[in-house]
Every structure is written in C-alpha cells, then in structure tokens.
C-alpha cells in the first residue's frame, strides 16, 4: 500500500488509499468486477456517432509561479476584527464576560419571539448608501449574498437579531470552509503530491500539490480564527449543524457507489469544488459595509482559490485522458449529482436556525419555500458552476444522454 497517505493523516486515511483500492477492490469486488466487465463490454457499442476523442491534456503551465510571494500563507497579514466593528452598541466583552450567551440575550433577545413581519417593523435590513446597516455599524456578511434576509419576515427581525442572522451565516461559511480544506481537499492534494491518488502528473503539479496543501491548510486556519474573534467581538455562540450538508451528501453519494469507485468520486467532488468555489467566493470582497477581517479573509482566500482554480482544470484534462472508458462514463455520470452536494443550501438546518429566532416553524417553512424556489436554486447552480461544466463539456462528458438527464434533474442543464 502506499505508505504516505497513512503516515501523515492518520490510519483513518487507509479506507483512502485511491492506488489501492483502484487497483485491488477487495470486499464487493465480484459485483463491482462484473459492472466492470459490463461496462467494458459495452464500450465500443457506447460510441455513438459524434462522440468526440478525449483531448490530450495541454502542457502544465504552473500557476503557482509567484506562490511564496503571493500566497496568503506566505504573505498576507492575519485578519483581525477591530474594535468599532459590528453592529453599534454591541461592544466586544469577550466569551468569558458574556457565560457564552448569543448577544441576541444580552440585547434583549425576548424581541425576536415576538410577532414578526407585523405592519410598521422597521426594516432590519435597511442598508445605508456605503452599505453599513442602520446606525452605520458595518455588518458581518453582505446581507445581499444571504438569500433569506431578502424575505420580509427576517426583515422584520429586530435589528439585533438580523445582525445575528448574518453573523450565523458567516459562522456556517467559515465552518464549511474549515471541513472542505482538512477533510476533503487536503486529503485528495497530499495525495497528489505523493503520487497516490492514481492519475500521473509532472513532478512540478506534483510540487505545486505541496503549495496548495499549504494554502488550504492555512484556509482551515484562517477562518477559525477569524470565527473565534467573531465570537469574542459579538458574544453571538455558532448554532452550526452536526456537519456540514456537502459532507452529508459526499458520505451518501460515496456509500451508494462500489467500493473501488469511492475514490475516484472524491477526487471528483475536489475537482468540482476546486473549479466552483472562486466563483462563490467572487462576490464578498467588494462590499464596502461589511467588517474588514470578513473581507479581507475572503479576498486572501479567493486569490488563491484563483490558483487552485487553475490547477484543478489542467489536473481534470489529465485525470480524464487516464481514465478507462468505463471509469470516464461512470464519472460523467457522477459530476451533476457531486455539483449538487456541493452547491444545494441545507435548507433543513436552515429552518431549524430559523425557529431559534422566533419564528413558527410554519413561518420557517414559509420563509425557506419562498426563497429557495427552485428556479432560484437553478438559476445559482448555474451561473456558479459554469465554467466547471464548460471543462467536463469539452473533455466530452456531457455527451452521454444519462448524463444530461442527470443535468437537468439538479437543474444544471442549460
Ligand atoms: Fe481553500
Ligand atoms: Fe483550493
């Protein structure tokens, strides 16, 4: 087996030695080698006409040239949240002052179980012209980049308890940021960079892998930091489900696959994410009203990303040139469903975020009905994984029939 994978995460990471179980399934491995032989078989027959030839990958260029100047790890300064940030009159007392309660106590949290939505609210998320909320206090996260504060009954929230829904939504992304880079993505680049994830690269992606280890290392730790200053600055506690729904999904999609196509699956869910998460993490820096660490934590992050971005679609054009035939179907198949798991809101935790600010559980309902419709979520599922699905496009991977019905059921068919 390979050693390194092992040696440096732990044993856990035996169940993810991607050489070994490609090469060896062992436990299902009379079904799987029969779907295998099914698959092979039917190659040729699968060539419909018009089928393209998969592309040579092109030459690497690297885009980690200038990484120890420019990476964030390497050069950007720790982001630290001030003193006259966040919501005005909240000042920072610090955990140990606060027993750990939600500022929403300390504020007279008994607001937020009040009516809501009733005629003559104040508009909680009434933004000034720099984009400050009411009282000019720069906010925690872009009010406008978290859907539900578009919905008249979280605008109707007391201001405090508005704040904490931004606060909480921050909370969530930085907690998914944290167990995307240590749990799933550095588990596939440290297998890059020991050549065991079974796709053969030059030795400089190979070096590069080791850079991005780095990034995505200090990713991790960047946003739990800045998370635990947000804690201290506002007293607001993380309300955060059990796990992250991505991860849910991954695990489900994973335990319904045979065993010997698990890695390949996470690898491709690294791919996907790698080439989707710049274009969410696009938006954020620009807004003017929104704490400084937030913005400039994210700005660190998608510089980066914008690398990895990179990296990962020249990495797809040689996974994909080395896969068999079988293989390369049975991933095309699996990318529409791995977008999903990626991008699908938990709308579940949401409604149980939403009761603990007061609202019925039949206006939480409401609220996540109403704004997440699904031609909202199809139309973001679109437009941020678009240029993702223009690379498996061009490798041919949407050719398949099967492959676009399955588009078209996550709504990522255009
Ligand atoms: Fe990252
Ligand atoms: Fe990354």
Redesign the pocket.
Known sequence: MCGTVGMFVGCSALSYCPRRLLAGPAADSEREAGEDAAEDAGRDAARTPGRRPVPEPGEYRSPFQSWYERSSVRSAPRRTVGDGDGAAGTPADGPEDTGGAPRGARAGRADATGPVGGAGQADAGAEAEDGTGPGGARRFFPPELVPVTRHPLIRALPATVFDEVLVQHLYRYLDFTIKL?HLV?NRT?LGIAHGSVGVAVPEEMRLDAYK?YC??AY?ALFSADLAAQVRQATGIVPRLPGEPFFLRRLREISAGLPASRRPLAELLFVIV??TL??ASLADVPGHEGVVPAVTGTIRDHAL??GR??AY?AHFLQRLWAQLEPGERRAAARLVPRLMDAFLRPDTEALRAELTGYGLTRDSAEQVAAEVYTPEVLSSHALATSRQARRYFRELGAFDDAQVRDELAAYGLLE
């Open positions: 880079e993505v680049v991005m990034d995505e990713h994410s790698e998460i710049s980066d990303e990895h971005h990962f």
